[in-house]
């Protein structure tokens, strides 16, 4: 239970937890390393000894992550170097002689540094035992509920034993299913139906029982939890800060991730990298005062390392609850009585996580006898399976009743299967949809509750009627003070496209400000690999659109074409490193690559396509602008006198045929280009026609739209758009099956109906609907924490 406890403690007190036992035993003059710096030192050995099984290319803060879980767990069994190289020596993977090869490399240099880690506590208080009396007037040790104990543990206990304490061990019994009173299983729709069944069962026996004797068991993936948390604080049912949030992921925590991401350097020592940072910012986080500094990181090793150190602590503990509903881990022993348990996300995988070392798994190597100390400290899958029911069974086993429960289908929709722990146990009910009743605490203002059911009606039943429950504003005097009722407001195809998919997405979004925050990767995010290819073909075909011409019909000409390209995309890379600095400098060469190879094809299948056409087109215009103000926007009221509707966007190319008087739009996809005629049609994607109506209207007004396509950069084939079907093997050359090639009559219906859908987004945003029923609800939505939605997909 007092396992992950920081609290202070001292030999003498009646209750404390094993890291603090040990702790209080090893008093040592060494510095104590942290995860965070074992993992330093651990990467530090992977980039700087030579491996025979991991890659160079493989070497990552992951990877150091699992060398260093595998050494702790050897060096708790008190499998020693030595020990493991006789383990090895006819027997064992390459994989398992890295491991080796990095566990005598770590040892040696924390010696070399004075230094020692948590696992060297146990032998320093072994020593300090045989040397002081550190346990006097202790006569009992008790340990409470362990599920084993460790050689080195072992080793401990058995020196304190000859200090003539008593030492009395009570691993976690095995429980019979008999022994376990009233169980019941349950299933529910979906993780949301599950809390909503959760709190009107809360309401049910909080009249009986107080809510302090009331518990949810957890043991999966904290993210499953966190939502249920929140529901839990709102309705007056648990207190404190998340527990299953790091600092990571806490307002203070992102903040300095933020500002180290926004760092200048590429490469540094780590104490440079944490002299970027304000120290008093890192003072909540507990960050030690010495920086042990090895070799060179790159940012995002930094970023892993700093994330590492915020992940370390949990903002707060669970522990008992001082008003509220108990929260209580499936292996963290005893917890005061409870009459009613709940164990949630009863998933398979999911509940229990469990996560095999990478090591020590070869069942040939297992059968050997020499190997029986390393099958124990790494167990197999099943083994460590068997091990988490057990703990499951026994804190069931202490209460009066317990409920556990699962949902049938997930977030998206796709089926669930229950976990195995519930196998043991007959289905009681299978429950629909339950909406919740809403506890608080104090007195009740029966009004103002009548008023919460009806707005939880309604949106259970997405029958949003009430407008001043669903961020509709009917008054006018507000709607007015909204930004995008502004005549002169210039909107832009993709605002309107997330208005269409989700009014309260856009709500959030352009109404209250709330920025999108991007997730720190050490690749080039999608975004900008689009403006990095974008920059590389704009400037090719601007300086050499000659040369481009001349390669339909000249080899020479077209690998003369390729070797520009090469030396653009060079210069690009070189002036966005920069800008671009976050991204590992690995992967940005090889971006780089990547990007070059995908504007050749681009190029090449251009080319090749414009020698079968009657009639190519020639490149023109690049990234050209509109709507920069309200003076140079695309207008699109209904009627003259109507209140305007402007448009603005950027049009990454646009093709011509000067003696015909024709154009064709082309935009350039780095994502995904699929099932876009769905889209036109259900007015979720309104680019190409605005684009099109832009051109016609503002730039080439005398010129006939042949229309709009899309290059996918990944296929570098032009297959979606919105096109005329008249000019396909004229202009263009598409499959006589394309679902992008349409009759004339279609072709100019379709971009009649994109107007009439962005003249309806934009009198609902003027009159101020912005209720939460979206027509595309994606499970990775920046604003899900503030959604409304009451079908929102959950993690």
């Not at 401990?156 to 008593?166: D, G, M, N, P, R």
């Amino acid at each position: 239970m007092f396992a992950a406890s920081k609290d202070s403690v001292w030999l003498g007190e009646s209750i404390f937890s094993l890291p603090h036992f040990l702790g209080t035993l090893s008093f040592s003059s060494k510095p104590l390393l942290n995860r965070a710096f074992q993992k330093h030192l651990i990467l530090y050995c992977l980039k700087n000894f030579s491996l025979k099984y991991f890659r160079t290319s493989q070497i990552s803060p992951n990877l150091a992550n699992s060398f260093l879980t595998a050494i702790r767990q050897l060096k708790r069994y008190d499998i020693t170097t030595q020990n493991l190289r006789e383990c090895l020596k006819e027997s064992g993977s390459l994989k398992e002689n890295d491991l080796l090869t990095i566990y005598e490399r770590y040892e040696e240099l924390k010696n070399k540094l004075d230094l020692i880690d948590e696992e060297d506590q146990y032998t320093i208080a072994i020593e300090n035992l045989s040397q002081q009396n550190a346990l006097k007037g202790i006569s009992e040790l008790i340990l409470e509920n362990f599920s084993e104990i460790p050689p080195q543990l072992d080793k401990v206990l058995k020196t304190v034993q000859q200090k003539s304490v008593e030492v009395a061990i009570h691993l976690l019994p095995d429980i019979n299913l008999s022994q376990l009173k009233e169980i019941s299983l349950f299933s529910l729709a979906s993780p949301y139906q599950e809390t909503n069944w959760f709190l009107k069962k809360i309401a049910e026996v909080s009249a009986n029982i107080p809510l302090t004797n009331v518990g949810i068991l957890t043991g999966g993936n904290p993210f499953y939890y966190e939502p249920l948390w929140q529901k839990l604080k709102n309705s007056g049912l648990t207190e404190g800060e998340s527990p299953f949030l790091s600092l990571r992921e806490q307002v203070l925590g992102r903040n300095v991730t933020n500002k180290a991401l926004a760092a200048p350097l590429q490469e540094a020592t780590l104490t440079n990298w944490l002299e970027t940072l304000n120290i008093n910012e890192l003072a909540p986080y507990g960050f030690p005062e010495k920086i042990l500094s090895l070799g060179l990181l790159g940012k995002w090793e930094w970023i892993a390392w700093l994330k590492d150190c915020l992940d370390a602590k949990t903002q707060t503990p669970i522990n008992e609850a001082l008003s509220g509903v108990q929260w209580c881990e499936v292996e963290a022993g005893d917890y005061p009585f409870l009459e009613c348990l709940w164990a949630p996300g009863l998933i398979e995988g999911q509940f229990p996580v469990v996560t095999p070392s990478p090591f020590f798994q070869d069942s040939r190597d297992r059968g050997r006898e020499e190997w029986k100390i390393l099958k124990e400290a790494f167990p197999d899958p099943q083994t460590i399976l068997s091990k988490k029911r057990k703990a499951f069974l026994f804190q069931l086993s202490r209460v009066k009743e317990a409920w556990l429960s699962f949902p049938r289908l997930d977030s998206l929709g796709n089926d669930l299967s229950p976990s195995s722990f519930t196998w043991d146990f007959e289905l009681k009910e299978e429950i629909g949809s339950v909406a919740p009743p809403l506890l608080g605490t104090g007195t009740v203002d029966q009004e103002v509750l009548t008023q919460k059911l009806q707005i939880e009606e309604e949106r259970l039943q997405d029958d949003l009627k009430t407008n001043a429950f669903h961020t509709n504003f009917t008054d006018e005097s507000l709607g007015v003070a909204l930004p995008p009722q502004r005549e002169n407001f210039v909107f832009s195809p993709t605002q309107l496209e997330a208005y269409a998919a989700c009014p309260f997405k856009y709500y959030a979004w352009k109404v209250l400000n709330i920025p999108r925050i991007k997730e720190y990767s050490p690749e080039v995010d999608p975004e900008d690999k689009g403006t990095l290819f974008h920059n590389c073909l704009e400037e090719l075909l601007t300086k050499q659109g000659a040369l481009f011409d001349q390669a339909r019909s000249d080899s020479q000409k077209e690998e003369a074409l390729y070797a520009e390209l090469k030396q653009i995309v060079e210069k690009t890379f070189s002036e966005m490193q920069k800008e671009l600095s976050y991204a590992n400098p690995e992967l940005y060469e090889r971006l780089k690559q990547t990007t070059l190879a995908q504007a050749q094809e681009v190029l090449k299948n251009e080319l090749e396509e414009s020698r079968q056409l009657e009639a190519p087109l020639k490149p023109q215009y690049f990234e050209w602008t509109f709507g920069t103000s309200s003076e140079n926007a695309l207008s699109l009221e209904k009627k003259q006198n109507d209140p305007k509707i402007l448009i603005g966007g950027r049009i990454d190319r646009i093709d011509i045929d000067a003696g015909k008087k024709r154009f064709l739009v082309l935009d350039y996809k780095t994502g995904n280009t699929e099932a876009l005629k769905d889209k036109l049609l259900e007015g979720l994607t309104l680019q190409l026609p605005v684009y099109l109506l832009a051109v016609k209207r503002l730039l080439l007004k005398d010129y006939q739209a042949v229309g709009g396509l899309l290059i996918s950069v990944r296929s570098a084939r032009k297959k979606h758009g919105l096109v005329d079907s008249r000019f396909n093997e004229t202009h263009f050359s598409l499959g006589k099956r394309s679902s992008a090639l349409l009759a004339s009559d279609d072709f100019d219906k379709t971009l009649s109906r994109s107007v009439e859908q962005i003249q309806e987004y934009v009198l609902k945003i003027r009159e101020g609907f912005f209720s939460a029923q979206p027509k595309d609800c994606r499970h990775y939505c920046d604003y899900k924490e503030i959604c409304r939605y009451a079908n929102k997909p959950m993690d």
